[in-house]
């Protein structure tokens, strides 16, 4: 059986938490970058929805990144142990992506007064509102973001930081001593420190 084939750019973005949990896994798979201006318009008519990532398990081409990553988790003990602790799980992914759709609609807007005023708003009031509670959420939990233990939720969040700093040109962790902790825990996971140290170097 061929190992699953991920496609992704040739960045972290969306493809890095799928990249984390299959590392995680310690399940081989194929990193397949893709180059957005050489590559991008060939392989954009063959995914299944024109999006990446797309996972591809025994000819089955499958899309978006949060299902990767639950399908996987499951596998691997980093889901909940009921419905409730899923919720959380699920819900605390989707909370850190609202705050990073707010960055990703500031970062790829083409109209520089609006995205100042964009940027602004993010600085003053959406990024402190997320992450203070991020910040809470760890604390209450142990040193993890939901149910007192590592699950995909704190490898997603983890996954993507480099994603939401390069977009804002900031290091947005810098004042939480625990999501901090939280990183460095993450990244000191021998099967995730061990593809950090071999993947592309890239800025996200």
Not at 1 to 11: C, D, I, Q, R
Not at 92 to 114: H, K, L, P
Not at 169 to 190: G, N
Request: proline share 5%.
């Amino acid at each position: 059986m061929a190992p699953p084939k991920l496609t992704y750019f040739s960045v972290k973005g969306l493809g890095e938490p799928v990249r984390f949990i299959l590392s995680y896994a310690n399940v081989e798979f194929i990193d397949d970058r893709v180059n957005f201006v050489e590559d991008w318009p060939k392989v954009k008519p063959t995914t299944p929805f024109g999006k990446l990532p797309v996972l591809e398990v025994d000819g089955k081409k499958v899309t978006q990144a949060s299902a990767i990553c639950r399908y996987y988790a499951k596998k691997c003990g980093l889901v909940g142990k009921d419905d409730w602790e899923d919720l959380l799980i699920d819900a605390t992914v989707g909370t850190f992506d609202d705050m990073r759709q707010a960055i990703s609609t500031y970062f790829y807007d083409q109209n520089e007064e609006s995205k100042k005023k964009k940027l602004d708003l993010l600085i003053k009031e959406t990024i402190p509102f997320y992450m203070e509670r991020l910040e809470k959420q760890i604390k209450e939990n142990g040193g993890y973001l939901v149910n007192g233990k590592l699950t995909w939720a704190d490898l997603w969040v983890v996954s993507l930081l480099d994603l939401v700093n390069k977009y804002t040109e900031r290091t947005l962790e810098e004042k939480y001593p625990l999501i901090i902790a939280l990183k460095d825990k993450v990244l000191s996971i021998p099967s995730i420190k061990a593809w950090v140290a071999k993947r592309p170097v890239t800025d996200w």
